[in-house]
């Protein structure tokens, strides 16, 4: 089964950047769309940024501008760059593919934005 694999989480204070990771043996992200998605304690899990195949990429409004989605096909990873960490960005973050998304979640990863 497969098997999302988030990293890069961590502390950091308001204003600092943090970069996420996402891995999945097995599925080749180049060929698929891949959204990151976020829940904050208490909320329903939500998409946060999402990228095509093509490589068209999309951001919920509160994020444009701050965070950047990207995709490694010699990696085979999802990346996003989070750069002017607000406290409202609290969440454990999560990747996946599809529109919705069509496979089990991962761990996921803590992002903590406070001072």
């Known amino acids: 089964q497969v098997q999302f694999v988030e990293s890069g989480g961590g502390l950091v204070q308001p204003g600092g950047s943090l970069r996420l990771s996402c891995t999945a043996p097995?599925?080749?992200?180049?060929?698929?769309?891949v959204g990151w998605y976020r829940q904050a304690p208490g909320k329903q899990r939500d998409l946060v940024a999402r990228?095509?195949?093509?490589?068209?990429?999309a951001y919920v409004d509160s994020v444009k501008g701050r965070f950047t989605i990207s995709r490694d096909n010699a990696k085979n990873t999802i990346g996003l760059q989070m750069n002017s960490l607000k406290p409202e960005d609290t969440a454990v973050y999560y990747c996946?593919?599809?529109?919705?998304?069509?496979?089990?979640w991962g761990q996921g990863t803590q992002v903590t934005v406070s001072s």
């Open positions: 097995g599925i080749q992200f180049s060929i698929y769309p």
């Open positions: 990228i095509s195949s093509s490589g068209f990429t």
């Open positions: 996946n593919k599809g529109f919705p998304p069509e496979l089990p």
